[in-house]
């Protein structure tokens, strides 16, 4: 058995075969004393527990449309909290980032965590299986869990992925431009005497479209992280702009800040690290989050779905 990370994509047609790939791997698990957790979608987790019987309560199980409902925080929020609360053990995990539900907006989100998997959990001891619905999801979509996992399976055959490739670059390759503010958008520019009143402009349009109490905080304070980092790390400073769309409030941050590492914002930082926790925080925060980042020119778009 591999001492290191191991990261294969399972291929499923059905239930029966999603099944078959999932329900022996965990059962594996159990049986080499690994602990062991799965994160899919409600209705998989679902099928999974009732398959499972009574072993279901040995393993850690979360519904993966509202743990990893960000794409952006399923690495520090699930993979590595699992790992660290079983410091010293090999873990076993079924991740699926990528179901038909996920949106077009989501997607490269989705497709730049499977690839940084392989750089955050390089030489680490864990299994990932990944599966991914061969009957629901788009070409692309499956095309692309080629380049981003080392190992494929289906019908429970297994075999190296011909077209996997450097992670780094395959995540570069989703980090897209994303369209400027609708005309309609609130503008406003980002300096330390503007901070209350984009607090203030934030916490009063979630407000007004719709969010929860606690979901309006959340937003207010992922604003204001990125607010201040933008004050704080680029002199010329920025611009915020906030508007709605029917299904969600999206406020969009713009200045001339470059993030160089791709990992920023998706594993934990160390307790001795002094700052760069903003990104990590902000995922936590909100519904989505995407980032576009070229030297000289960052542009950060927070979702809240209303």
Same mark, same amino acid.
């Given at each position: 058995?591999?001492?290191?990370?191991?990261?294969?994509?399972?291929?499923?047609?059905?239930?029966?075969?999603?099944?078959?790939?999932?329900? %022996?791997?965990?059962?594996?698990?159990?049986?080499?004393?690994?602990?062991?957790?799965?994160?899919?979608?409600?209705?998989?987790?679902?099928?999974?527990?009732? @398959?499972?019987?009574?072993?279901? +309560?040995?393993?850690?199980?979360?519904?993966?449309?509202?743990?990893?409902?960000?794409?952006?925080?399923?690495? %520090?929020?699930?993979?590595?909290?699992?790992?660290?609360?079983? @410091?010293?053990?090999?873990?076993?995990?079924?991740?699926?980032?990528?179901?038909?539900?996920?949106?077009?907006?989501?997607?490269?989100?989705?497709?730049?965590?499977? +690839?940084?998997?392989?750089?955050?959990?390089?030489?680490?001891?864990?299994?990932?299986?990944?599966?991914?619905?061969?009957?629901?999801?788009? $070409?692309?979509?499956?095309?692309?869990?080629?380049?981003?996992?080392?190992?494929?399976?289906?019908?429970?055959?297994?075999?190296?992925?011909?077209?996997?490739?450097?992670?780094?670059?395959?995540?570069?390759?989703?980090?897209? %431009?994303?369209?400027?503010?609708?005309?309609?958008?609130?503008?406003?520019?980002?300096?330390?005497?503007?901070?209350?009143?984009?607090? $203030?402009?934030?916490?009063?349009?979630?407000?007004?479209?719709?969010?929860?109490?606690?979901?309006?905080?959340?937003?207010?304070?992922?604003?204001?992280?990125?607010?201040?980092?933008?004050?704080?790390?680029?002199?010329?400073?920025?611009?915020? +702009?906030?508007?709605?769309?029917?299904? $969600?409030?999206?406020?969009?941050?713009?200045?001339?800040?470059?993030?160089?590492?791709?990992?920023?914002?998706?594993?934990?930082?160390?307790?001795?690290? %002094?700052?760069?926790?903003?990104?990590?925080?902000?995922?936590?925060?909100?519904?989505?989050?995407?980032?576009?980042?070229?030297?000289?020119?960052?542009?950060? $778009?927070?979702?809240?779905?209303?």
């Amino acid at each position: 058995m591999s001492t290191g990370f191991v990261h294969p994509a399972l291929f499923y047609a059905d239930h029966e075969e999603y099944l078959a790939g999932t329900v %022996p791997f965990i059962q594996a698990g159990l049986d080499a004393d690994e602990p062991v957790m799965v994160a899919v979608p409600g209705d998989n987790l679902d099928r999974i527990r009732t @398959a499972l019987g009574s072993d279901a +309560a040995r393993v850690q199980l979360h519904d993966m449309s509202v743990a990893g409902r960000n794409p952006g925080r399923i690495l %520090p929020g699930v993979l590595f909290a699992f790992a660290a609360a079983n @410091a010293g053990k090999r873990v076993r995990i079924i991740g699926e980032p990528i179901w038909a539900g996920r949106s077009e907006t989501e997607y490269p989100a989705c497709a730049q965590h499977e +690839a940084l998997i392989n750089a955050a959990f390089a030489g680490r001891p864990a299994t990932i299986l990944c599966p991914y619905d061969t009957g629901s999801l788009e $070409r692309s979509w499956l095309d692309d869990a080629y380049r981003t996992h080392p190992v494929l399976q289906m019908g429970g055959v297994s075999w190296e992925s011909p077209d996997y490739a450097d992670p780094i670059a395959v995540a570069a390759g989703f980090n897209l %431009p994303l369209q400027g503010p609708p005309p309609e958008a609130i503008i406003i520019a980002i300096d330390l005497p503007a901070l209350p009143v984009i607090r $203030r402009l934030v916490t009063a349009e979630a407000v007004a479209a719709g969010l929860p109490p606690d979901r309006v905080s959340d937003l207010t304070l992922a604003v204001n992280e990125l607010a201040t980092n933008t004050i704080r790390h680029t002199p010329a400073g920025g611009t915020l +702009a906030v508007w709605t769309d029917p299904k $969600r409030l999206i406020c969009q941050f713009s200045d001339t800040g470059h993030i160089a590492n791709p990992l920023a914002g998706r594993i934990p930082v160390p307790p001795q690290q %002094p700052g760069s926790r903003g990104l990590v925080l902000v995922n936590q925060l909100c519904d989505l989050v995407r980032v576009h980042t070229v030297p000289g020119a960052t542009t950060i $778009r927070l979702h809240m779905h209303r």
